[in-house]
C-alpha cells in the first residue's frame, strides 16, 4: 500500500465530517466518514459487513452541497491509491455511493458500478432521480383526480334550517354581551398585571446588574406573588453563598495547592502557542530541574532548540493534531507520540497529552503530564546490556570453532593494519586498511561484539573520508594512529573476556586450531602411505593436512545470516551444498573475509524486504545460495541470491554522477560491462551509511582481494528483478 493512502483517507474521513449538520439526518455522513475512518484504523480494504445494504435517505436538503461536492472529490482523489481492483467494495467506491446519495438523494447500489468514473456516477444518479420524480407526479396527478370525482358528489340541499333562526340569535346576543363583560373585566387585570410584571422586569434587570440587595415587590395577584416571593428566596439564598463565598474561595485554592504540591506526577497545562500555564504540580519544578516553568515555552523547558529543527517540527505537528481537532483515538496518537521518550540531559522522560475542550468543542489548553522514568530506563538498560552478554556468549559458545577462527584472523589483520599506520600511508595503504577495519567489523557482529563494531564502524567512516579526498595529511595519519590502536585494544579485551569464557586463549599469534575426523584423518595417513609407497612426493600429500571444510571456512558468514536478516527485519534462507569440500589452508582466511563482504551484501542490499518481495510476486522468505565444489584443479564457489539484480542502467547512472565513467565510454559497453561498474573505486548506488554494509567503496576491495591475493577470477550474473550471482574460480 503507498504510504500517502493513510494519510489522504484520513483527510477525506475530516472533509466528509464537515457535512455533518445537527438539524439534519445523519446517518449517511456517518456512514462514509465510518467506511475511510475503518481504512485509515486497519490500512486494508473494508470487508463486506461494513458495506451498507441499503442507504437510507433522509433530509439530504439540509446538507451543505459545497461541502458534499467537496468531500466527494476528495474521496475521487484516493482511486489508485489502495493498490486494489475497483471492485464494488473498495472503501473508496463504498464512499463515493454514499455521498452520490447524500448530493442527489438517490441510491445507485442497483446500478452502481465501481469502474466508471464519477462523472459516469452522477449521471446515472440523476437519470435515476428524475425517473422517481416523474412517477412521483403521475401518482399525485392521479390522486388529484380522483379527489375533484368524489367532489362532486357531496353537495347538501339547500334551504334546510331556517326555522329556528329567530331562537338562534337570540342566544348569539346574549353570549356576545357575556364575552364583552368578560373582556373588560380581562382588560382591567391585564393593565393591573402589566404594572406588576414591568416591576418584575426591572427587578430582573437589576440582579442581572449585581445588584443583590433590592427584594421584588410582593403583591395580592396569585400567580405574579408567588414568582415574587420564589425569586427573593433565590436572592436570599444568593446573598448568603456570597457571605461564605471568599472563604469558600480560599479553601479550594487550599486544596488545589496542597493536591499540586504533593503529587508525585508532572502534570501541567499550555495553550495553543505552547505557552505553559500557571498551574502546575510541585514535582514538575523537581523533574525539570527548575524553581519556575509558568510562562516558560514548552519546546524549552524540554530543551528542544532550531538545532534540532526536524524534531521541533515533528512536536509542533504532533501536538498542533489535537489543537486543530484532528486527532485520532488514544492508542493512535500514543503510536504517533514524539515524545513517549525524551532524554533530557540525564533524565529519561514519558509526556503524554490531552485536549482540555471548551463548551463548544474548541481546543484552547491542554493538559500535559509528565512521568520520569529514569530508574526503570537505567534497569532495563542494564537487563538489556545483560541480554546483549548473554546472547553474546551464546553465539561464541555455539560458534567456537568459527569464533577462534575470527580472533585468530583478527590478530593478524590487526597486527597488519599497525605496520601500515606505522608508515606512510598512501591511497593503496588506505584502501588496505579500509578493508580490514570492514572485515573485522563484518566478523565481530556475528558475535554481537558491540564495542568492536562501533568502533570499526566509526574508523571506517574516517577511512572512507580519506580515501574520497585522496590522501591523509598529517592529521588524519594522527587519527588512524589512534584508530588502529583503539582497535588493537579492543580485540585484546575479547580475547581476554574469551579466556573467562573458555578457560583459555581463543588464539595465540599466528597459532590455528585444526581438527579432524577420524575417518578423514584416516584417508590423509593413507594417502601419505601410498605416496611413499610409489615414491612419489610426501610433502605434496602431506598438504592435505592443511585443508579445511568450507564449512567452516565460511562459518562466520553462515552464522551471520539469521541475526542480520532478524535486524534488517527480512526473512531469508540460508542454503550451503559442498559444505565438506576442503579447502587449502592458504586460500582460508582471503575466501573467508570475500564470503563474509557478498553475504553481507546479499542481505543488506540484495534481498528485498518481505513486503516489497510480495508485491514483487516473490515468495516470502529470501534465498541466499552458497556452492562449493572442486572440478580437477580449481575450486569454484558461488554465492546467489534472489534478490532485485542489479540494474545496468541505474548502475551506469550513477557511475556517469559520481565521475567514475564517462559518457563516450559507457555509450560502448554492454549490459554485462556496465553492470560490472560495481567493481569500479567509490562505486555505490546506495546512499545511506549503516553499521551493516560499507561506504560506496567496498565491491572494488572485493575483486582486489579475489584477483591480487587468490589468483583467482570473480564472475558476475545478474538478471534485474530475479537475483546476482557471484563465482569465485581459483587454482589449486
Known amino acids: 500500500m503507498p504510504v500517502g493512502s493513510h494519510k489522504d483517507a484520513f483527510l477525506a474521513h475530516q472533509k466528509v465530517k464537515k ?19 475503518d481504512f ?8 463486506s459487513e461494513n458495506v451498507p445494504e441499503s442507504i437510507e435517505i433522509s433530509d439530504i436538503e439540509k446538507y451543505d452541497r459545497q461541502k458534499v461536492e467537496e468531500a466527494l472529490h476528495s474521496v475521487e482523489n484516493l482511486c489508485g491509491k489502495c493498490n486494489e481492483s475497483h471492485d464494488n467494495n473498495c472503501f473508496v467506491n463504498q464512499a463515493r455511493r454514499v455521498l452520490i446519495a447524500m448530493l442527489t438523494g438517490v441510491d445507485v447500489k442497483e446500478k452502481f458500478d465501481g469502474a466508471q468514473s464519477l462523472e459516469e456516477l452522477l449521471k446515472i444518479a440523476e437519470d435515476m432521480k428524475a425517473q422517481k420524480e416523474a412517477e412521483e407526479k403521475n401518482r399525485q396527478s392521479a390522486a388529484s383526480d380522483g379527489a375533484s370525482a368524489g367532489g362532486e358528489k357531496a353537495g347538501a340541499p339547500a334551504g334546510a334550517g331556517y326555522e329556528n333562526i329567530d331562537k338562534d340569535f337570540e342566544k348569539l346576543g346574549e353570549g356576545l354581551a357575556k364575552l364583552k363583560k368578560d373582556y373588560f373585566e380581562l382588560k382591567e387585570k391585564d393593565i393591573f398585571r402589566a404594572t406588576l410584571i414591568d416591576e418584575v422586569v426591572d427587578t430582573i434587570k437589576s440582579v442581572a446588574g449585581g445588584d443583590f440587595k433590592s427584594p421584588m415587590p410582593v403583591h395580592e395577584d396569585d400567580q405574579l406573588g408567588k414568582i415574587a416571593a420564589a425569586f427573593n428566596t433565590m436572592l436570599d439564598t444568593i446573598n448568603r453563598m456570597f457571605i461564605n463565598l471568599d472563604s469558600e474561595v480560599a479553601k479550594r485554592s487550599s486544596e488545589l495547592k496542597t493536591l499540586m504540591g504533593n503529587i508525585k506526577i508532572g502534570v501541567f497545562t499550555m495553550n495553543r502557542d505552547l505557552r505553559i500555564n500557571r498551574e502546575y504540580s510541585k514535582e514538575c519544578l523537581k523533574i525539570f530541574e527548575c524553581e519556575e516553568i509558568g510562562g516558560m515555552n514548552f519546546l524549552d523547558l524540554i530543551q528542544v532548540y ?5 524534531k521541533k517540527e515533528e512536536i509542533k505537528r504532533f501536538i498542533g493534531l489535537y489543537f486543530a481537532g484532528l486527532a485520532l483515538d488514544d492508542d493512535s496518537m500514543n503510536t504517533l507520540n514524539p515524545l513517549v521518550e525524551h532524554k533530557l540531559k540525564e533524565k529519561y522522560l514519558q509526556f503524554s497529552f490531552y485536549p482540555i475542550k471548551t463548551g463548544e468543542g474548541a481546543v484552547e489548553n491542554m493538559l500535559v503530564q509528565c512521568l520520569d522514568l529514569t530508574a526503570n530506563k537505567l534497569l532495563q538498560m542494564e537487563i538489556d546490556a545483560k541480554d546483549a552478554e548473554g546472547r553474546q556468549i551464546r553465539k561464541m559458545v555455539l560458534n567456537r570453532e568459527a569464533f577462534n577462527d575470527f580472533i585468530s584472523e583478527t590478530v593478524k589483520m590487526v597486527r ?21 577495519a570492514h572485515t573485522i567489523k563484518g566478523g565481530a557482529g556475528c558475535f554481537d561484539l558491540g564495542e568492536l563494531i562501533n568502533h570499526t564502524s566509526g574508523f571506517e567512516d574516517a577511512l572512507g573520508r580519506a580515501i574520497k579526498s585522496g590522501a591523509a595529511g598529517e592529521e588524519e595519519r594522527a587519527s588512524i594512529a589512534a584508530g588502529v590502536k583503539t582497535m588493537s585494544a579492543l580485540v585484546d579485551k575479547t580475547i581476554a573476556y574469551s579466556e573467562k569464557i573458555f578457560g583459555k586463549s581463543s588464539a595465540a599469534g599466528d597459532e590455528f586450531e585444526f581438527s579432524f575426523k577420524k575417518s578423514h584423518l584416516d584417508e590423509l595417513i593413507k594417502k601419505i602411505k601410498d605416496a611413499a609407497a610409489a615414491g612419489a612426493n610426501i610433502g605434496s600429500a602431506a598438504e592435505s593436512f592443511y585443508e579445511l571444510p568450507a564449512g567452516r571456512v565460511f562459518a562466520k558468514s553462515i552464522a551471520m545470516v539469521a541475526p542480520l536478516a ?8 540460508l542454503e550451503v551444498t559442498g559444505s565438506e569440500t576442503l579447502i587449502p589452508f592458504s586460500m582460508c582466511s582471503k575466501l573467508s573475509e570475500v564470503m ?17 518481495r510480495e508485491e514483487a510476486g516473490k515468495p516470502f522468505e529470501g534465498t541466499i545460495k552458497i556452492n562449493v565444489k572442486r572440478n580437477g584443479g580449481l575450486i569454484e564457489i558461488t554465492a546467489a541470491d534472489d534478490g532485485r539484480g542489479l540494474d545496468p542502467v541505474k548502475i551506469s547512472e550513477s557511475a556517469l554522477k559520481k565521475g567514475i565513467v564517462s559518457e563516450t565510454e559507457l555509450a560502448a559497453m554492454d549490459d554485462a560491462q556496465k553492470t560490472a561498474l560495481i567493481f569500479r573505486p567509490g562505486f555505490s548506488t546506495k546512499s545511506d551509511v549503516t553499521n551493516v554494509s560499507g561506504r560506496g567503496v567496498g565491491m572494488d576491495i572485493v575483486k582486489n582481494a579475489i584477483e591480487k591475493n587468490l589468483k583467482a577470477s570473480l564472475k558476475v550474473d545478474s538478471v534485474p528483478g530475479r537475483g546476482t550471482s557471484f563465482t569465485i574460480k581459483a587454482a589449486l
Open 596 to 612: 563474509l563482504h557478498l553475504v553481507r551484501n546479499a542481505i543488506d542490499h540484495a534481498i528485498e524486504p518481505p513486503e516489497e
Open 306 to 310: 532550531d538545532r534540532q529543527a526536524e
Open 566 to 573: 532478524q535486524r534488517l527485519s527480512k526473512e531469508i534462507r
Open 416 to 436: 597488519d593494519a599497525s605496520k601500515i599506520a606505522g608508515n606512510n600511508i598512501d591511497s593503496e595503504a588506505l584502501a588496505e586498511l579500509y578493508r580490514i
Open 40 to 47: 485509515v484504523k486497519n490500512q486494508r480494504q473494508i470487508v
Open 19 to 37: 457535512t455533518f449538520n445537527d438539524q439534519a439526518n445523519n446517518d449517511l455522513p456517518k456512514s462514509a466518514a465510518q467506511i475511510l475512518l
